[in-house]
């Protein structure tokens, strides 16, 4: 049986890697006693699926992780009930919002992933100022950067990357340095635009201060919708910057 | 107490591996400061990933967080890039659990437990935004304390910290507490920094250095005496007489991030008297304190079942010498945790088939490389050392492990020793090639790696008045070593930089002149001094002669009988005349047998303090020879005292 949750990262444990939430989650799952199912050979590691990687130092109202369980154990699982046993097993900032069975056959989340919706704070530059710049850089038919790809710098085009940019107001008054808050929708596939990145293609290039991401989208023959929709949150308001 | 988040939180995005420095660990404490409360923050001079799994530093942080007139919270050196941004910033050194800034609590305790950190340690005192030398610091600072194996000789560092600790901390932790909170609730009046102090040192196993005058005789040290008449000339260590008692830590920290020995630890005994002439740790740990067997079996259980871990360690100096490990390891793999197997690992191996039998039953899956220490080379060194493995019971383990499936054997060596000849040291190369051999009968690509360290004597141990060997004749060893393995593909040759053992070498036999030296290094840059990236002899050289001291006269000299060590004024509970004895013995290459099992040599450890062992068997474990020069394949009785102890206290 394959569980997909949902969890949010938040507040200090952004700062964990992406690595280390993967060894937090295992933990935390074999504290919930839940009957995992285990790889084969001479270490076994509970079979365990992560989406795609979130950067240390980032956000997210919405991250999954699938977990196999065994047969025929798993199916006396209250699966409803999971996300309150787990969270508390959790840190504080990872908290589950939702559970549920999947198919096997459905693709990973890596695969069937192709765009998020970020939040990204840019220090040091108005509203006015940065829509102006956003603008700009939208009406460029081509982007190109310079990033690195396996030690090799290589030039890329992201404008088919990024689907959306629009810039939603000023950073809350207690950051470190005043600026604007925007939501952008970039592309995962075929190479994933990082919020950074996107920031580089702005003329002055700007650097990202705090950066959550919203939500992760699975897209369908024309239809879009999430790998697995919060029970309790996600609604707009609880998209506002905090 | 004020947070230093907010000044903190922007720079963390620009540091690496930021998760060391947000605390969130379960387990950790949100501890509630109040005026009646006396603030620790409890150090490691050293980064997070090496720092947190300390479990002196849990059993404080614990024993100190459940009493009502205490609080205690972590903190650990911060890298070289935070470092930087916290300075350029004025963000000062905080703590993980509440980023309370260091300077705000009422005292901060160090572990000790590397020569090479030290000067991590002045560096953390100033990112405190407290002035580095003891005698600077004014009413409203906080007290700086140190504790762990390194204080037993401190004078080092006596300029720089306000108090030393010896021996174990669990009890003395409360003493402290009590004294500092009467100084807090009297308004830390003006000038009452000396009184505190003062107090302090009648504390017993507290050092107050300032309290002592150091007076020399020409180059050598003359004498270490008391300023006052109440203060005790001779400072003895705390021993706790019974493990059973403080089951700790009950709530071992799991860290967010990947740390060293990131597993559930229980520590299963203190103390050792396999009696390594080399080993600080086995002479001031003494006696031997077992923990009941039911109590680690619960603590492993229990601890298992909180963490999520799925590894345990069974820590101590010389597990497999644990009264009935074999049962104890049985009873833990047997009973599966969380719905899984659990695999259980034992640090420290003792060099026979026996061992490696345990560790066959323990280990059942992963199955990569298996660690022995014999310690030298050929059976005169390892009598001289009193490490008395006979090379039987090296190819025993050896073969044992390699027709059980292991693949990689590492052996460690000491190179350096007290009279050691190149026949000596190439026994280290001549033993590993045999290995080879006997792993070659199980396996066609068996393979050994032998991992050399330059021998630094240890005060309080028979080898102090040892002249360790130079740089240049260490690396001549090394030399001799990896050239005569050059041919060998199957023996790896790993060694430790000489340039790093000299350092370590001044500073753990230096007197207080060498403090100057310390500070001149980190004054400097020169933190993180264990790490080879960042250490430079040359630093420390340029500092010696800066203060007109000598390298060679610190480290390379043999010293007398009579002369006066710097740590003469300390008291291990173990005597001097011992351990002369016991000098003289391994100059005879005299073996000494465990006293766990056999008489008793009087080196004053139980003697002087009214304990005893506190072993749970009366039988030496079956198999091994080492220590006992008996043959123990069978397990000869040999008579014990043992003592009635105390009703076991009901786990919580």
Same mark, same amino acid.
């Given at each position: 049986?394959?569980?997909?949750?949902?969890?949010?990262?938040? *507040?200090?444990?952004?700062?964990?890697?992406?690595?280390?939430?993967?060894?937090?989650?295992?933990?935390?799952?074999?504290?919930?006693?839940?009957?995992?199912?285990?790889?084969?050979?001479?270490?076994?590691?509970?079979?365990?699926?992560?989406?795609?990687?979130?950067?240390?130092?980032?956000?997210?109202?919405?991250?999954?992780?699938?977990?196999?369980?065994?047969?025929?154990?798993?199916?006396?699982?209250?699966?409803?009930?999971?996300?309150?046993?787990?969270?508390?097993?959790?840190?504080?900032?990872?908290?589950?919002?939702?559970?549920?069975?999947?198919?096997?056959?459905?693709?990973?989340?890596?695969?069937?992933?192709?765009?998020?919706?970020?939040?990204?704070?840019?220090?040091?530059?108005?509203?006015?100022?940065?829509?102006?710049?956003?603008?700009?850089?939208?009406?460029?038919?081509?982007?190109?950067?310079?990033?690195?790809?396996?030690?090799?710098?290589?030039?890329?085009?992201?404008?088919?990357?990024?689907?959306?940019?629009?810039?939603? *107001?000023?950073?809350?008054?207690?950051?470190?340095?005043?600026?604007?808050?925007?939501?952008?929708?970039?592309?995962?596939?075929?190479?994933?635009?990082?919020?950074?990145?996107?920031?580089?293609?702005?003329?002055?290039?700007?650097?990202?201060?705090?950066?959550?991401?919203?939500?992760?989208?699975?897209?369908?023959?024309?239809?879009?919708?999430?790998?697995?929709?919060?029970?309790? /949150?996600?609604?707009?308001?609880?998209?506002?910057?905090? | 107490?004020?947070?230093?988040?907010?000044?903190?939180?922007?720079?963390?995005?620009?540091?690496?591996?930021?998760?060391?420095?947000?605390?969130?660990?379960?387990?950790?404490?949100?501890?509630?400061?109040? &005026?009646?409360?006396?603030?620790?923050?409890?150090?490691? %001079?050293?980064?997070?990933?090496?720092?947190?799994?300390?479990?002196?530093?849990?059993?404080?942080? +614990?024993?100190?967080?459940?009493?009502?007139?205490?609080?205690?919270?972590?903190?650990?050196?911060?890298?070289?890039?935070?470092?930087?941004?916290?300075?350029?910033?004025?963000?000062?050194?905080?703590?993980?659990?509440?980023?309370?800034?260091?300077?705000?609590?009422?005292?901060?305790?160090?572990?000790?437990?590397?020569?090479?950190?030290?000067?991590?340690?002045?560096?953390?005192?100033?990112?405190?935004?407290?002035?580095?030398?003891?005698?600077?610091?004014?009413?409203?600072?906080?007290?700086?304390?140190?504790?762990?194996?390194?204080?037993?000789?401190?004078?080092?560092?006596?300029?720089?910290?306000?108090?030393?600790?010896?021996?174990?901390?669990?009890?003395?932790?409360?003493?402290?507490?009590?004294?500092?909170?009467?100084?807090?609730?009297?308004?830390?009046?003006?000038?009452?920094?000396?009184?505190?102090?003062?107090?302090?040192?009648?504390?017993?196993?507290?050092?107050?250095?300032?309290?002592?005058?150091?007076?020399?005789?020409?180059?050598?040290?003359?004498?270490?005496?008391?300023?006052?008449?109440?203060?005790? =000339?001779?400072?003895?260590?705390?021993?706790?007489?019974?493990?059973?008692?403080?089951?700790?830590?009950?709530?071992?920290?799991?860290?967010?991030?990947?740390?060293?020995?990131?597993?559930?630890?229980?520590?299963?005994?203190?103390?050792?008297?396999?009696?390594?002439?080399?080993?600080?740790?086995?002479?001031?740990?003494?006696?031997?304190?077992?923990? %009941?067997?039911?109590?680690?079996?619960?603590?492993?259980?229990?601890?298992?079942?909180?963490?999520?871990?799925?590894?345990?360690?069974?820590?101590?100096?010389?597990?497999?010498?644990?009264?009935?490990?074999?049962?104890?390891?049985?009873?833990?793999?047997?009973?599966?945790?969380?719905?899984?197997?659990?695999?259980?690992?034992?640090?420290?191996?003792?060099?026979?088939?026996?061992?490696?039998?345990?560790?066959?039953?323990?280990?059942?899956?992963?199955?990569? *490389?298996?660690?022995?220490? &014999?310690?030298?080379?050929?059976?005169?060194?390892?009598?001289?050392?009193?490490?008395?493995?006979?090379?039987?019971?090296?190819?025993?383990?050896?073969?044992?492990?390699?027709?059980?499936?292991?693949?990689?054997?590492?052996?460690?060596?000491?190179?350096?020793? &007290?009279? +050691?000849?190149?026949?000596?040291?190439?026994?280290?190369?001549?033993?590993?090639?045999?290995?080879?051999?006997?792993?070659?009968?199980?396996?066609?690509? =068996?393979?050994?790696?032998?991992?050399?360290?330059?021998?630094?004597?240890?005060?309080?141990?028979?080898?102090?008045?040892?002249?360790?060997?130079?740089?240049?004749?260490?690396?001549?060893?090394?030399?001799?070593?990896?050239?005569?393995?050059?041919?060998?593909?199957?023996?790896?040759?790993?060694?430790?930089?000489?340039?790093?053992?000299?350092?370590?070498?001044?500073?753990?036999?230096?007197?207080?002149?060498?403090?100057?030296?310390?500070?001149?290094?980190?004054?400097?840059?020169?933190?993180?001094?264990?790490?080879?990236?960042?250490?430079?002899?040359?630093?420390?050289?340029?500092?010696?002669?800066?203060?007109?001291?000598?390298?060679?006269?610190?480290?390379?000299?043999?010293?007398?009988?009579?002369?006066?060590?710097?740590?003469?004024?300390?008291?291990?509970?173990?005597? /001097?005349?011992?351990?002369?004895?016991?000098?003289?013995?391994?100059?005879?290459?005299?073996?000494?047998?465990?006293?766990?099992?056999?008489?008793?040599?009087?080196?004053?450890?139980?003697?002087?303090?009214?304990?005893?062992?506190?072993?749970?068997?009366?039988?030496? &474990?079956?198999?091994?020879?080492?220590?006992?020069?008996?043959?123990?394949?069978?397990?000869?009785?040999?008579?014990?005292?043992?003592?009635?102890?105390?009703?076991?206290?009901?786990?919580?």
């Amino acid at each position: 049986m394959r569980i997909r949750f949902r969890f949010t990262k938040l *507040g200090k444990v952004r700062f964990t890697s992406h690595r280390d939430i993967a060894r937090i989650w295992e933990r935390s799952l074999r504290r919930a006693e839940l009957p995992l199912a285990q790889t084969e050979g001479f270490s076994p590691r509970p079979k365990v699926h992560f989406g795609l990687a979130l950067s240390t130092g980032h956000e997210s109202l919405g991250e999954y992780i699938d977990v196999d369980l065994r047969e025929p154990e798993a199916e006396s699982i209250d699966v409803a009930a999971l996300p309150a046993l787990l969270t508390p097993l959790l840190p504080i900032g990872v908290d589950v919002e939702a559970a549920e069975v999947i198919d096997r056959k459905e693709p990973s989340l890596q695969q069937a992933v192709t765009a998020c919706t970020w939040q990204i704070e840019v220090p040091g530059i108005e509203p006015g100022a940065l829509v102006a710049d956003v603008a700009r850089m939208l009406a460029a038919p081509t982007l190109e950067i310079t990033r690195e790809r396996k030690g090799q710098a290589t030039v890329d085009d992201i404008r088919p990357a990024i689907r959306s940019v629009e810039v939603v *107001g000023p950073t809350p008054a207690d950051r470190f340095e005043s600026g604007s808050v925007l939501f952008a929708e970039l592309a995962t596939q075929p190479r994933g635009l990082r919020p950074a990145e996107l920031l580089i293609a702005l003329v002055p290039p700007r650097q990202e201060g705090r950066v959550r991401r919203l939500e992760q989208w699975i897209e369908l023959d024309g239809a879009r919708r999430e790998p697995l929709p919060a029970a309790t /949150r996600a609604t707009p308001a609880d998209r506002l910057v905090s | 107490m004020d947070s230093v988040w907010p000044r903190l939180e922007p720079l963390l995005s620009k540091v690496q591996k930021p998760a060391r420095y947000i605390g969130l660990e379960d387990g950790a404490q949100q501890p509630e400061h109040g &005026p009646g409360k006396v603030a620790w923050l409890l150090l490691y %001079p050293d980064t997070y990933e090496i720092g947190l799994p300390n479990q002196g530093l849990q059993i404080l942080y +614990e024993i100190l967080n459940e009493r009502d007139d205490a609080v205690a919270e972590r903190a650990y050196a911060p890298w070289t890039d935070l470092e930087a941004q916290l300075r350029s910033h004025g963000v000062p050194l905080f703590s993980v659990e509440t980023h309370a800034p260091a300077g705000a609590f009422d005292l901060l305790a160090f572990n000790l437990s590397a020569e090479l950190t030290y000067t991590n340690l002045l560096n953390c005192v100033d990112l405190a935004g407290v002035p580095v030398r003891a005698a600077d610091r004014g009413d409203d600072h906080p007290l700086i304390a140190a504790g762990g194996h390194c204080t037993y000789n401190p004078e080092p560092l006596a300029d720089y910290v306000d108090l030393f600790v010896l021996g174990d901390g669990e009890e003395v932790v409360s003493e402290i507490t009590a004294v500092v909170r009467d100084w807090k609730a009297s308004g830390r009046t003006p000038g009452s920094r000396h009184n505190v102090l003062r107090e302090l040192s009648h504390v017993p196993g507290v050092y107050v250095p300032s309290m002592y005058i150091v007076e020399y005789d020409g180059e050598h040290l003359a004498s270490v005496t008391p300023r006052y008449p109440d203060v005790p =000339a001779k400072v003895e260590k705390r021993t706790i007489a019974d493990l059973a008692e403080w089951p700790y830590p009950r709530q071992q920290l799991v860290p967010l991030t990947e740390v060293v020995h990131d597993r559930l630890n229980v520590e299963v005994f203190r103390g050792c008297t396999r009696g390594c002439r080399f080993c600080q740790a086995g002479m001031i740990t003494r006696p031997v304190r077992e923990r %009941p067997a039911d109590q680690v079996r619960s603590m492993v259980a229990q601890g298992l079942r909180r963490t999520g871990y799925d590894e345990v360690a069974l820590t101590s100096l010389s597990t497999a010498d644990f009264s009935d490990i074999q049962g104890v390891v049985r009873d833990i793999v047997s009973t599966p945790v969380n719905g899984q197997q659990i695999s259980v690992s034992l640090p420290s191996l003792r060099v026979d088939a026996f061992t490696v039998g345990v560790a066959a039953e323990l280990n059942r899956g992963r199955r990569s *490389g298996l660690t022995f220490a &014999p310690e030298a080379g050929t059976w005169r060194m390892r009598q001289v050392i009193n490490k008395l493995i006979r090379e039987e019971d090296l190819y025993e383990a050896v073969d044992g492990a390699f027709s059980q499936g292991w693949r990689r054997v590492k052996l460690y060596f000491l190179t350096g020793l &007290p009279t +050691e000849t190149d026949e000596d040291t190439l026994g280290i190369a001549e033993l590993g090639r045999n290995c080879v051999k006997v792993g070659r009968k199980h396996n066609p690509n =068996a393979s050994v790696t032998l991992s050399v360290g330059g021998f630094v004597p240890k005060p309080f141990t028979p080898f102090q008045w040892f002249g360790q060997n130079t740089v240049s004749e260490l690396q001549r060893k090394v030399n001799l070593l990896r050239d005569d393995l050059r041919r060998d593909k199957s023996v790896q040759l790993k060694w430790h930089d000489p340039k790093a053992t000299l350092v370590e070498g001044i500073m753990s036999r230096g007197d207080r002149r060498v403090g100057a030296v310390i500070e001149d290094v980190w004054r400097a840059g020169g933190v993180f001094q264990e790490w080879s990236e960042h250490f430079s002899l040359d630093a420390w050289l340029e500092a010696m002669a800066t203060h007109g001291l000598s390298p060679d006269w610190y480290t390379h000299r043999h010293r007398t009988e009579h002369e006066v060590l710097p740590w003469d004024h300390l008291d291990a509970g173990l005597h /001097r005349d011992f351990l002369w004895q016991d000098w003289k013995d391994a100059l005879a290459e005299l073996g000494l047998e465990d006293c766990r099992w056999t008489p008793c040599y009087d080196c004053g450890a139980c003697t002087g303090y009214s304990i005893e062992h506190i072993v749970a068997s009366a039988v030496p &474990p079956a198999g091994g020879s080492q220590g006992t020069g008996q043959d123990l394949a069978v397990g000869g009785e040999v008579p014990v005292t043992l003592l009635a102890r105390k009703p076991e206290p009901v786990p919580s």
